[in-house]
């Protein structure tokens, strides 16, 4: 359930999304949280912790280097990234997101989750800005293999390439390493195509390139809107703040457009 004073908020949301042709949403960690998965400060508890067993401060733990120089320790902190998503599912919330491209064709989504719950939910323009965790491949700039697991319970503690013995890795931007290009090009063509309404949940918005879409949005004149119980980096530039969990607001927001 969302306050009346929400419902309001969404319904004035509903109405421009009637106009909408071209419409993004942008995604964080708070989309799903309604799946019962952490957000990004609770994986597992290491954030809370703020290091790992061994010792290692969580983002060189979880980054580029250490997975070059030691393996083993970065695999397990991304086994635990990927045990604390094992098993759950997408929420209401991400199944509105994909009736939203249904009816209005041109409808993106630009997210920072690695859990593939878009996909999954039936969006097809997505923005896997950040990879996803079930896509996997050879380190080996020598060898093609890749292949595409549900979960990781079948992987040894530090998986290995069956065809030439070096370590694979899954399709995620780990900290210190670049955004994937084919994404990042697909952003950017479609920001320079331009949105009539630009939709964030979920997300503290502190990366350039996922608060950037509101920034330009607003400047231009164009409707934005956040859905977020707490406040973030871009909630004072937006012209519409929905302080509810994402799937309730959503599912709030479905029922008003009415289609």
């Known amino acids: 359930m969302v306050s009346r004073a929400s419902r309001q908020i969404l319904g004035e949301v509903a109405e421009l999304l009637r106009a909408t042709r071209r419409l993004l949403f942008i995604t964080g960690a708070g989309l799903s949280a309604d799946s019962g998965l952490p957000t990004y400060r609770g994986i597992g508890g290491l954030y809370d912790r703020g290091e790992t067993e061994e010792g290692y401060a969580i983002e060189d733990a979880l980054s580029g280097e250490m997975l ?4 083993e320790v970065c695999w397990k902190v991304i086994r635990q990234l990927e045990e604390s998503c094992r098993g759950a599912k997408f929420n209401l919330g991400h199944a509105v997101i994909a009736r939203f491209e249904q009816t209005i064709p041109n409808t993106f989504v630009l997210t920072q989750n690695v859990d593939g719950f878009h996909h999954d939910a039936g969006s097809t323009h997505v923005i896997d800005i950040h990879g996803g965790l079930h896509h996997l ?3 080996s700039r020598d060898c093609d293999y890749e292949t595409d697991v549900a979960d990781y319970s079948a992987l040894a503690a530090l998986p290995r390439c069956p065809k030439c013995g070096a370590v694979i890795r899954p399709e995620v931007v780990l900290f210190g390493e670049m955004l994937p290009s084919r994404q990042l090009d697909t952003l950017q063509l479609e920001l320079a195509r331009g949105f009539e309404l630009v939709i964030s949940i979920g997300t503290s918005a502190v990366f350039p390139y996922i608060a950037g879409p509101i920034y330009d949005a607003a400047r231009q004149g164009k409707p934005t809107v ?4 707490g406040t973030s980096q871009i909630t004072r530039f937006v012209k519409h703040h929905v302080p509810e969990r994402a799937a309730a607001a959503l599912e ?4 008003a457009y009415g289609a």
Do not use: Q, T, V, Y
């Open 68 to 71: 070059l120089r030691r393996p």
């Open 137 to 139: 491949f050879c380190m």
């Open 226 to 229: 956040e859905i977020n119980p």
């Open 252 to 255: 709030a927001l479905w029922e």
